[in-house]
């Protein structure tokens, strides 16, 4: 179903024929309603995510300037926008040519399939708009209230700490937590007794004294009891449950931990996101709803324009339309199972075919299940490595130029792998709320063969401070030695654990 504001009679029924078109070929969307653009208002969109309507914040302000600078400069255009919300809403550039507008009507469809079937997005709000909208009434009543300076320094501290998320967990079962009773009962020990004759063991040991005894153990197994009991990733839900924060602070937290979780999903699926719908828009164009004859030209310059390599950048629609044809191909060969797997031969892997014809079949099975880090490390194979000509490059001092550093598959798909992993951020758990019984936060960096930037880590700690209200430590590795990073409201430092 699809539902428009402003399309004009010839692109209402480019749209219809185009839902029709991915229809039948499979593709699942919610309706979709297209807004027609300018680039100013594109942009303004753009700024603020996709959503018309945000809580009131400088950055937005400084997002849609740099918007309008690489647009009026010609650095970069933004052809269209589609958010994950049901009803999808998609935003056309009122400057594209037909053909452009009839490929970015065929690549929203992808998007829109895209978030409606993968299991990735499947626990997201899908009715965000209005909770955006939500959560800008409650800002705006917070700086009626507070100030809007106190508002604003807040959200710009919890911003900085956005990414201190964990995102699998809306995936992961609730644990039931043990009765008040049960923790009684399994933390009781028995009360050691002075020894004394049978007779005399009331005088010996009165109820005041067991009873007294009774409250030095449980003071000492809270004392040594882990807070939390297990560590967590979750640090912005660790901090809206824990720190000594106001109503209104939390309220805040909570409302950049829920956007950070709504986004979460889209850094995860960039490369096969922008795949798939690369991939319809591509097959749409071409074959099931092939463009005329005039518009081809046009309609390549374009398509290569997407897929073209950046100098220092990941282009994830080239790698996610390749990596996908490239499943597709391999399935509808039969170039999985055992037999494939074993077989050493190049010139045997290069001719087997079997004639399968599972590639479609085996793609919308991608598109259901992965994200970008499982879809290349299950699929991202030595073959399509060399087919691509993928390989590592760096910077070369003596000549002051980047130069290709390596070929090899494995180094290639284990840098790849890493740079997408939690969307190239560190991951960062708390460890204790409770360090050195004084009521200090200690925190773990998973360090994963990249050092923090030291200078962000500083801030950060700051910011951390400036919520949890007592000194925050950080443990990480710094030069291949481990090192604990310190905050303590005033002063850093840095010692060697």
């Not at 969109?45 to 937005?60: C, D, L, M, Q, S």
């Not at 007794?193 to 009774?214: C, F, G, H, W």
């Amino acid at each position: 179903m699809i539902n428009n504001t402003n399309l004009s009679p010839q692109l209402q029924d480019i749209a219809d024929s185009l839902a029709e078109t991915a229809k039948d070929a499979g593709l699942d969307c919610f309706t979709t309603i297209f807004e027609m653009v300018d680039y100013k208002q594109l942009n303004e969109v753009a700024a603020y995510a996709g959503f018309p309507t945000r809580y009131p914040h400088w950055r937005w302000g400084m997002e849609y300037e740099r918007l309008s600078k690489t647009y009026t400069y010609g650095l970069s255009v933004i052809y269209e926008m589609v958010i994950n919300n049901d009803p999808c809403y998609a935003y056309l550039l009122r400057s594209n040519s037909l053909v452009f507008q009839k490929t970015v009507i065929a690549h929203v469809y992808g998007h829109c399939d895209f978030f409606k079937n993968n299991y990735w997005f499947s626990k997201t709000n899908r009715k965000m708009l209005d909770k955006m909208a939500n959560h800008a009434t409650i800002v705006r009543k917070l700086i009626d209230e507070v100030g809007h300076d106190e508002v604003e320094n807040f959200i710009d501290i919890c911003l900085s700490l956005e990414n201190l998320i964990d995102v699998h967990s809306p995936f992961q079962a609730t644990h039931t937590k043990l009765s008040q009773e049960e923790k009684e009962r399994l933390g009781n020990k028995p009360v050691s007794k002075i020894s004394s004759k049978s007779y005399m063991d009331t005088y010996v040991n009165p109820d005041e004294y067991l009873e007294a005894q009774r409250e030095k153990i449980k003071a000492d197994a809270q004392k040594q009891a882990k807070f939390p009991e297990h560590p967590r990733l979750d640090v912005l839900k660790f901090l809206m449950e824990f720190a000594p924060i106001s109503t209104w602070q939390r309220k805040i937290l909570n409302i950049i931990r829920d956007e950070a979780y709504y986004f979460a999903p889209q850094g995860q699926t960039k490369v096969i996101n922008e795949g798939w719908a690369t991939y319809w828009h591509s097959k749409m164009m071409t074959k099931l709803a092939p463009l005329e004859v005039s518009e081809i030209v046009d309609y390549c310059d374009h398509y290569a324009g997407v897929v073209a390599s950046h100098g220092g950048q990941l282009n994830p629609y080239r790698l996610g339309v390749e990596l996908l044809r490239h499943v597709e191909d391999r399935w509808n060969k039969g170039r999985f199972g055992i037999d494939y797997l074993h077989c050493e031969d190049p010139r045997d892997r290069e001719n087997w075919d079997t004639q399968a014809g599972l590639g479609l079949e085996k793609i919308f099975e991608v598109r259901r299940i992965h994200n970008d880090l499982t879809f290349i490390d299950e699929f991202l194979d030595e073959d399509f490595c060399h087919k691509t000509k993928m390989f590592i490059y760096d910077f070369d001092p003596r000549t002051g130029k980047y130069v290709i550093a390596s070929r090899d598959f494995n180094q290639i798909k284990q840098q790849l792998l890493q740079q997408l992993t939690n969307f190239g951020n560190p991951r960062i758990r708390v460890e204790d709320g409770n360090f050195r019984n004084r009521g200090e936060l200690l925190m773990k960096h998973l360090h994963e063969n990249t050092d923090l930037k030291h200078e962000f880590t500083l801030e950060t700690l700051k910011n951390l401070y400036s919520i949890w209200k007592r000194p925050v430590h950080l443990k990480t590795v710094v030069e291949n030695v481990k090192r604990r990073i310190c905050f303590d409201g005033h002063n850093h430092s840095i010692e060697k654990i």
